[in-house]
């Protein structure tokens, strides 16, 4: 089993559309969360982090975590085209290392 | 102030030869991480430094190994290269690093011929 796992996409959503991406983790005794927004040929850029269980909204971006389940999400409302990239979920696990999925990679189309 | 700065951008390299890359973090961060990341795939951990002292490995061989110097920038180097070792190379930069946000230089992009 991954340490962090998602599903690789391509999400594909019309302009204006709610994205949702989801990630799942395997270490129970994480504590910190994190999206990466990834455009291609480009270096990973923080979006989101979060911490508590529950949601944490920033603009556009709504990140859900649920420890229970071992699940995060993030949700992109109203989605633009420049929203077009690849989303990484990363997990801290208890041996101190940010662990990262293999991405969900979104289309959004005009 | 200057983000994560990485050197070189690009690099081509035969087999069996030796490279070194080098990262300087955010002004005030003390914790530098190194990221392999092949095309298609996350990046994956390879190294974590802290105050000079290696923090954590990933599952990476010997011919993998990382500094970090008394001014917090850092190098990685590659022995032995193999064509499997192409891959964006990430460096990382944090304060402590421990449940911390990690910011991301732009990378130095290796091809292994």
């Known amino acids: 089993q991954k340490e962090v796992e998602q599903n690789s996409g391509p999400l594909s959503v019309p302009e204006g559309a709610i994205a949702s991406l989801n990630c799942t983790y395997s270490?129970?005794?994480?504590?910190?969360f994190f999206w990466y927004r990834q455009y291609s040929g480009k270096s990973p850029e923080l979006i989101m982090s979060?911490?508590?269980?529950g949601d944490k909204e920033d603009g556009r971006f709504t990140a859900q975590l649920n420890k229970a389940s071992q699940y995060v999400s993030l949700l992109i409302r109203d989605s633009q085209p420049s929203d077009s990239a690849t989303y990484l979920c990363?997990?801290?696990?208890?041996?101190?290392?940010?662990?990262f999925g293999q991405g969900t990679e979104l289309s959004v189309k005009p | 102030d200057a983000g994560v700065t990485q050197s070189p951008t690009h690099l081509i390299k035969t087999r069996g030869q030796h490279v070194t890359l080098r990262c300087s973090p955010i002004s005030g961060h003390k914790s530098v991480s190194w990221y392999q990341q092949v095309l298609g795939q996350g990046p994956q951990f390879i190294f974590q430094?802290?105050?000079?002292?290696?923090?954590g490995r990933g599952n990476f061989p010997d011919r993998f190994s990382a500094r970090q110097f008394p001014n917090y920038s850092s190098e990685l180097n590659v022995n032995a290269l193999l064509l499997g070792d192409s891959a964006l190379y990430l460096c990382?930069?944090?304060?402590?690093?421990?449940?911390?946000?990690?910011?991301f230089g732009s990378g130095t992009q290796l091809s292994v011929l």
């Open positions: 979060i911490y508590s269980n």
């Open positions: 990382a930069s944090s304060s402590t690093g421990t449940d911390e946000k990690l910011f």
């Open positions: 430094y802290y105050e000079k002292e290696e923090r």
């Open positions: 990363a997990v801290y696990n208890q041996g101190g290392k940010l662990i």
């Open positions: 270490d129970r005794g994480s504590q910190s």
